[in-house]
């Protein structure tokens, strides 16, 4: 290959994509961002050859999405029997519909013969209003040839922002298990106020799952009990027990640091809850910024509920020298009784359930954002103040010192029995070690987390919202990568071999 260096471009930054509204002279500009990632499409290196001044330019209607790519550059490489310039429109034909390469006139002639009163595809879930304007969730089924056209033309958003994100299969034999839910800024017209025109600004898909259920305990076994099963007739497959999972979730740039992934996230998980055949609703591969949207928007939500306010820290279980940690600190059948009526997967409720409690634990030891002064987790842990707070912590009692053994036992079994096999392969002393390494660290990101939740508490407050609405996280970018200084000081002292606050994994 060419061992000039000027002929090779970051694909990142030459790819542009811009939201766009006709106008009088052609198109008007209304935002542009560059894409997170380009591997999945140009290589791992994220490198085109053979152009000098690069340019890509995908333009999107604003309203239907209708796309239009524009490539321009200054001088193109001339082909040589070993190498030639990189065919831009071929690669990203496999990524956009064909009409995304039509004329720039064609384009722009497109969209002055949108309707003024065109409105997003599907049905109209909710609206709501936010402080920079009004929004609009809407849902439907690939099956809805306006939803799959929507879909079609936005996938390349996947790629873009999801860290090895692929597009649906929209002739998967299955695709009518997937729902979509698009979330559309809704604001009115330059120059005419009584008209409405809709932004887009995110979506989320869904795939359901079928759920096998086994019989109760109470039910009878015999085979002359168990009704028998047909496929003929009218039989609604969508009636089955099933897992419901949100498979891929973006909130583009425009309108990141808004609370709208908490806003569109917390919408979904309540048309679930109403969902009667959904059994759970989990999420695949979440990166870290969606985490901390989606542990935030639950703990806001499940410190409402009654039954899971009732969930509590049992003080007088004892605690033994030697052995195995209790399991009944937390009350079993209420845990999973309140789990599964509210469909959250066990690790993510324990997960916030574990958030909770910490948050209800005497002041005296509960856990803030400094890091340990010493080696001792068992009873160091991150029981130290948050920085930049002066009041004075008050003296632990015996009870309260209790309390937070407790609820530290409670956490470090979960953390046990999920990384069971790696710590299986250590020595006994090796293994309290690392354990108590990842509980210093799930500590701390507790701590972070409430801190966040306080603040987003107040916010709310002050603008006559909900809580979760406020949740300013953008999981649609995130790199995994933390922010906070104090994270960084936490890592270093509680799990030095990660590069995360949220350690759970001693393989982390």
């Known amino acids: 290959m060419s061992g000039d260096d000027d002929w090779w471009t970051s694909s990142n930054e030459a790819l542009l994509v811009s939201l766009v509204t006709p106008s009088d ?117 690939i099956t809805d040839p306006a939803v799959k056209q929507l879909l079609n033309r936005i996938q390349i958003l996947v790629p873009f922002f999801v860290d090895g994100g692929t597009p649906i299969d929209m002739e998967d034999p299955d695709v009518d298990r997937w729902t979509i839910y698009f979330l559309y800024n809704k604001r009115p017209l330059p120059n005419q106020p009584d008209k409405i025109s809709y932004h887009f600004a995110g979506y989320s898909t869904l795939y359901r799952y079928y759920a096998f259920q086994p019989p109760a305990e109470s039910e009878s076994k015999t085979p002359t009990d168990t009704p028998t099963f047909s496929i003929d007739g009218d039989f609604d497959l969508d009636t089955l027990p099933c897992r419901t999972r949100v498979s891929q979730f973006i909130i583009i740039p425009p309108f990141q640091q808004k609370g709208l992934g908490s806003r569109l996230y917390s919408i979904i998980y309540q048309q679930y809850l109403k969902h009667e055949p959904t059994i759970e609703l989990t999420v695949e591969d979440p990166n870290e910024a969606f985490d901390d949207m989606r542990d935030l928007a639950d703990l806001a939500f499940l410190s409402k509920q009654p039954e899971f306010q009732a969930l509590k820290i049992d003080t007088s279980v004892e605690i033994p020298e030697e052995g195995k940690a209790p399991n009944n600190i ?87 029995v999920h990384n069971r096999d790696a710590l299986g392969q250590l020595e006994l002393k090796e293994r309290r070690e690392e354990l108590a390494k990842v509980f210093a660290g799930v500590e701390f990101d507790y701590a972070r987390l409430l801190i966040k939740a306080e603040e987003q508490s107040k916010l709310a407050q002050a603008d006559g919202e909900t809580a979760s609405d406020q949740v300013p996280a953008t999981p649609s970018t995130a790199n995994g990568k933390r922010k906070l200084d104090e994270v960084e000081q936490a890592e270093e002292t509680a799990a030095a071999s990660s590069k995360k606050a949220r350690v759970e994994s001693v393989n982390a």
């Not at 995908?58 to 029997?81: E, F, G, H, I």
């Not at 632990?396 to 036992?409: A, G, Q």
């Open 330 to 416: 937390v009350d079993q059948a209420a845990w999973e009784a309140c789990r599964k009526k509210f469909k959250i997967v066990p690790r993510q409720f324990a997960r916030v359930l574990e958030m909770y409690l910490m948050s209800q634990l005497p002041e005296s030891v509960r856990p803030g954002l400094g890091a340990p002064e010493d080696e001792d987790y068992e009873e160091q842990s991150g029981r130290s103040k948050s920085k930049g707070k002066e009041k004075a912590l008050p003296k632990p009692t015996p009870e309260d010192e209790h309390t937070y053994r407790l609820w530290m036992m409670l956490v470090k079994r979960r953390l046990y």
């Open 25 to 141: 002279t052609g198109v008007k500009t209304l935002d542009t961002f560059h894409p997170e990632y380009t591997n999945n499409i140009f290589g791992e290196k994220e490198q085109i050859f053979g152009y000098k001044g690069l340019r890509i330019n995908l333009q999107y209607n604003a309203s239907d999405m209708l796309p239009n790519l524009k490539v321009s550059y200054k001088k193109k490489y001339q082909p040589t029997a070993d190498e030639e310039a990189l065919d831009i429109n071929e690669v990203l034909s496999e990524f956009l519909p064909e009409i995304a390469f039509q004329k720039q006139s064609d384009f722009e002639t497109r969209l002055k013969s949108i309707p003024d009163n065109w409105t997003p595809p599907g049905t109209l879930v909710t609206s709501f209003s936010s402080k920079d304007g009004e929004y609009e969730v809407y849902s439907g089924k």
